[in-house]
Every structure is written in structure tokens, then in C-alpha cells.
């Protein structure tokens, strides 16, 4: 079933399409939000590249107020807490790591419902920089949500303090036919794309909510550039993003 989310604002396009993995990520969330006291409040949101995570975020930011901070191959931990302090309103963090932490922990402190996303945080494992997310939750207690790669939850299993505060673990999806058929009406309004080509995009696109977009931006384009309102598989000529590696062929045009 469809999640029942409907033209959702954000600053970057106008919208986002009601995917599921957005009303798992928001379900994921309000568990965290409403958990009984003593309940861990950590939630790990995770699943190949491609899948929507970031987006859902997105969404979950608009709708929550949730603070957002991407963490990046090259941080360490002094430029982890500048930018979630800049995301937290301190537009020139200063001081020791453990300064810069006490100020994290003080801002947060003041709004514990406020939710905590933490896109990337692979890179928090691996940059040795998971413990900060226990302290941060354990002294201010706001939910605090991971979103990673498909390995995250098992590369938690390597630091038991934070692995065993986790709430819950919820697993991106690939986009199934009725998630296709909501992102071909959202992003092709004024083109009919038939069930045939919609199923034949998913599959080849591994239901890659990513590719699946780009795709029908092509066919928007090829029905343009056609004079077509409504695009069949066997009337379609143009391109799917499969995510292969285009190959030029020996002696000719790739």
C-alpha cells in the first residue's frame, strides 16, 4: 500500500513523490518520538544506494523540524560537531572537541523531541566516531535516527554500546510497481506511460528509486521531442538507466 503522504513542500524541487520508504522512515521516527521512558531512542534506517533514503529525509525534515547534518568522507570528529553545531543554529562553533560537544549536548538538551538525522553515518563507524552519537543520545536523550548503506546495522554490531541502544532497525525498499506508477504520475504528469514500459523500467532498474527517476525524466523528454502524450514499451526508444557502464563498441560509436 502506497503511503498516504501527499505534495509534500521542500526548498529543493517543490515536492517529494509518497514513496513507502517515506512513510517508513516517518513511522521509524514516531516509534522513537512516542518510545516509553527508558527505552533506547536510537533508529538505524538503511539500504543500498539509490533506494530514497535521503529524500525521506528530507521530508521527515519538513515535516518534524528534525536537525540534519551529512556527515563527509574527510571529517573527523572536531568537524563533525562544528557542523551539527552550525546545524543547531552556531554559526561559528569554536573550542576543544570537548567543548564543542558540551555545547552540542546544551542545544540539544532544550528540545529532546526534536529528532537528530544523521545521514551517511557509515562514516561515522568508520572514521571511529560512532561513540558520539551514545553520548549525545544517552545525555540528552532526543531520538536520534542513522541512516547508512545496506552494511550499517552490521557494522554497529562491532560497538555493543551503541549497537544494543538501537530501538529499531528499518530496511530501505526497492520501489515495487505501485511506487514506480507514483513517481511516473508525480514526475510525468502530462505524459500516459503504459504498465508495460513502467514494469520493464522498474526491473531493469532494480527498483532504484534514483534510476527510476531518471529514466522517466528521459522518457518525458523522448514523448517531448515525439509529439506523444502517451509512451508504450514498443513505442519507446529512447534510454533506461540501468546503472551498466556504457562500452563503445570496437571500430564505432559506443
Known amino acids: 500500500m502506497t ?9 529543493a524541487r517543490g515536492s517529494i513523490a ?48 528534525a ?3 551529512e556527515v563527509r568522507h574527510y571529517w573527523r570528529q572536531k568537524r563533525f560537531c562544528e557542523a551539527l553545531l552550525q546545524e543547531l543554529g552556531q554559526p561559528r562553533p569554536r573550542g576543544t572537541v570537548a567543548a564543542l560537544m558540551d555545547d552540542i549536548i546544551y542545544r540539544l538538551g532544550d528540545a529532546p523531541h526534536r529528532p ?32 547508512g548503506e545496506e552494511l550499517l546495522p552490521r557494522k554497529l554490531e562491532a560497538h555493543e554500546r551503541v549497537h544494543n541502544r538501537v530501538l529499531d532497525f528499518q530496511l530501505a525498499q526497492p520501489c515495487d510497481s505501485e511506487d514506480t506508477t507514483v513517481l511516473a504520475r508525480f ?18 532498474t532494480a527498483g532504484k528509486a534514483r534510476r527510476i527517476a531518471t529514466t522517466l525524466h528521459e522518457i518525458g523528454q523522448f514523448a517531448r521531442n515525439s509529439g506523444l502524450t502517451a509512451v508504450e514499451r514498443g513505442s519507446y526508444g529512447g534510454r533506461i538507466f540501468t546503472g551498466e557502464t556504457p562500452i563503445r563498441r570496437a571500430g564505432g560509436r559506443g
Open 3 to 11: 503511503a498516504p503522504l501527499k505534495n509534500v513542500k521542500t526548498a
Open 18 to 65: 509518497p514513496l513507502k520508504n517515506v512513510a517508513a522512515l516517518m513511522t521509524l521516527i514516531e516509534a522513537l518520538r512516542t518510545r516509553a521512558v527508558g527505552l533506547p531512542g536510537i533508529g538505524v534506517f538503511s539500504g543500498d544506494s539509490g533506494y530514497g533514503k535521503s529524500v525521506a529525509a528530507q521530508y521527515a525534515i519538513n515535516k518534524t523540524g
Open 67 to 69: 536537525v540534519y547534518v
Open 116 to 147: 537528530l538525522i544523521i545521514d551517511e553515518a557509515d562514516k561515522l563507524v568508520d572514521g571511529g566516531m560512532i561513540e558520539f552519537v551514545r553520548d549525545i543520545h544517552e545525555t540528552t536523550q532526543v531520538p536520534v535516527i542513522l541512516i
Open 187 to 204: 514526475l510525468c504528469p502530462g505524459v500516459e506511460i503504459a504498465p508495460d514500459l513502467l514494469e520493464d523500467v522498474r526491473r531493469q
